[in-house]
């Protein structure tokens, strides 16, 4: 099974930072087939990103998903309060086997 | 607009049994393949099961294979995933997921719709 690496566990940013989120698989993803996903406590996770760069509807374009192969990033341009979550990147596609990341909290500082 | 509502969830017995239902509105199960994933408490995401949109093929991870089955009556629009042999790690909220792709591939997609989640507790 592919696994997914995310960094930071936790990143600790004020509101209007960049913030930069990374994802790293254990072998190159087949058609970049990678997404992102925001979920706020107590709440089901939101698409945001699917296909390593196409923003799901609706998502503000302060979000932006990049990379292929095995390296991808999930770029929130300035945060907004409502942003601080947690992030998790998403498998899929390649195989019967689907493998979410760990997840990278997204804090005030 | 889609709306995904998970039932079924409740307190049970170790080795017990369970049947979670997802009832889907705002799009045609036939269409769509569907997806259940997991969250123990505290911890992270964990895909469970797929179900093809013809509902040929499922698929199911390791740590379930054997224990859980799913399956759709089309005619309600709403998908089950019957669990049995449950153990302590399969405590957890239960999600059921629509992929964002209609007709899809051989294997799960990216997820596009999520319903509010059932609690499971599998506890003695």
């Known amino acids: 099974d592919i696994v997914l690496t995310q960094s930071p566990g936790t990143l600790s940013l004020s509101p209007g930072e960049r913030a930069t989120l990374s994802c790293r698989a254990s072998?190159?993803?087949?058609?970049?087939?990678l997404a992102w996903y925001q979920q706020k406590p107590g709440q089901a996770p939101r698409l945001l990103i699917f296909?390593?760069?196409n923003r799901a509807a609706g998502i503000p374009e302060r979000f932006s998903g990049s990379g292929s192969g095995t390296d991808f990033t999930l770029t929130i341009t300035r945060l907004e309060p409502e942003d601080f979550a947690v992030y998790y990147c998403?498998?899929?596609?390649?195989?019967?086997?689907?493998?979410f990341g760990g997840g990278t909290k997204v804090e005030i500082k | 607009q889609v709306h995904l509502v998970e039932s079924g969830g409740g307190v049970v017995q170790p080795g017990g049994s369970l049947r979670l239902s997802c009832a889907a509105s705002?799009?045609?199960?036939?269409?769509?393949?569907m997806n259940w994933v997991r969250q123990a408490p505290g911890k992270g995401l964990e895909w469970v099961t797929f179900?093809?949109?013809?509902?040929?093929?499922?698929y199911f991870a390791d740590s379930v294979k054997g224990r859980f089955t799913v399956s759709r009556d089309a005619s309600k629009n709403t998908v089950f995933l019957q669990m049995s042999g449950l153990t302590a790690e399969d405590t957890a909220v239960y999600y059921c997921?629509?992929?964002?792709?209609?007709?899809?591939?051989?294997?799960?997609?990216?997820?596009?719709?999520w319903g509010q989640g059932t609690l499971v507790t599998v506890s003695s």
């Open positions: 997921a629509k992929e964002g792709v209609s007709g899809g591939g051989l294997w799960p997609r990216h997820l596009d719709s």
């Open positions: 705002g799009f045609t199960l036939t269409d769509f393949g």
């Open positions: 179900l093809r949109y013809d509902g040929k093929n499922q």
């Open positions: 072998r190159a993803l087949v058609s970049n087939y």
């Open positions: 296909g390593a760069s």
């Open positions: 998403h498998q899929y596609g390649s195989s019967p086997q689907v493998t």
